[in-house]
């Protein structure tokens, strides 16, 4: 039989076991909760740079008309990769001459931005979008709404635009 001293000091030493092993658990929460943070944090800064991105983009869209058609194109080429750079790229020219032709005017905004997914690589960006289009045809206005569904991937450190769908 045990010694009431040694009954003691096993549950002295247990006391102390459970003490160290509850303190290397909240030590390892501790870190698992940082690092969850700054992969969280990360996130956001995506989220943030993509729907940034993805918002120009539309209002360059949006607002392109004759007088500003060449530098509206070039922001959008600027954050534009394949293939939507290629698409852009060879319709600007025409689009511009047609801009030009009609005396288009434009203005408009943002009315919603979204991301439907986004992770390491890509991402996907729905932009609800008003604006007013002025021609020739129709000199006092007409209102025009767009839902975009625009593709993202990342490319040499930063969100690149692939693809622009109208969204139903």
Do not use: C, Y
């Not at 501790?30 to 120009?56: F, K, M, N, Y």
């Not at 983009?57 to 939507?84: C, H, Q, S, W, Y």
């Not at 600007?92 to 390491?120: N, T």
């Amino acid at each position: 039989m045990a010694a009431p001293t040694d009954v003691g000091r096993r549950r002295g030493r247990l006391a102390v076991v459970a003490v160290a092993l509850l303190l290397v658990v909240a030590v390892a929460a501790a870190v698992l909760s940082v690092l969850a943070w700054r992969g969280t944090a990360g996130t956001g800064a995506d989220r943030d740079e993509a729907t940034a991105v993805a918002s120009q983009v539309v209002r360059d869209f949006i607002g392109i008309d004759a007088d500003n058609a060449k530098g509206n194109v070039e922001n959008m080429l600027a954050v534009a990769t394949d293939p939507f750079r290629t698409e852009l790229g060879r319709f600007s020219e025409v689009f511009g001459a047609i801009l030009a032709q009609g005396k288009v005017r434009a203005e408009g905004g943002i009315d919603a931005v979204g991301i439907e997914h986004i992770d390491a690589d890509t991402a996907t960006v729905l932009v609800s979008a008003s604006t007013t289009v002025r021609n020739t045809e129709v000199p006092d206005g007409a209102p025009r709404d767009f839902r975009l569904l625009l593709g993202l991937r990342h490319e040499d450190g930063a969100w690149k635009v692939s693809t622009v769908e109208v969204a139903p």
